[in-house]
């Protein structure tokens, strides 16, 4: 099994900046893509940023260009750089791991807000 640890959510301003990391555990050998997705009260979970083992990234369309995601392999940890944030950036982002077997894992999530 992975586990899954986010920390850096909270109060951010409109057009100001967010890190998010994740730190994996467990059975990391395995992971093939980490990322993070995000879900708004009264709306469905949507993808954020995955990157892959290989480094390819792929983006929300809403967050293509503000955000940035990242990897540390050495720490087993991913980022995500979140700038010029937006209101509607508002939600809990979730941490995300595929293995190889095609099994995931999230994290417990972390609570971002954008507001004056």
């Known amino acids: 099994q992975v586990q899954l640890v986010e920390s850096g959510g909270g109060l951010g301003q409109p057009g100001g900046s967010l890190k998010l990391s994740c730190a994996a555990s467990?059975?990391?050998?395995?992971?093939?893509?980490l990322g993070w997705y995000r879900q708004a009260p009264g709306k469905q979970r949507e993808l954020v940023a995955i990157?892959?083992?290989?480094?390819?990234?792929s983006y929300g369309d809403s967050v293509k260009g503000r955000f940035a995601i990242s990897r540390d392999t050495a720490k087993d940890t991913v980022y995500l750089q979140m700038n010029s944030l937006k209101p509607e950036d508002t939600a809990v982002y979730y941490c995300?791991?595929?293995?190889?077997?095609?099994?995931?894992?999230w994290g417990q999530g972390t609570q971002v807000t954008v507001s004056l």
């Open positions: 995300y791991a595929r293995r190889n077997s095609g099994s995931q894992a």
């Open positions: 467990g059975s990391i050998s395995r992971i093939i893509a």
């Open positions: 990157i892959t083992s290989g480094s390819s990234t």
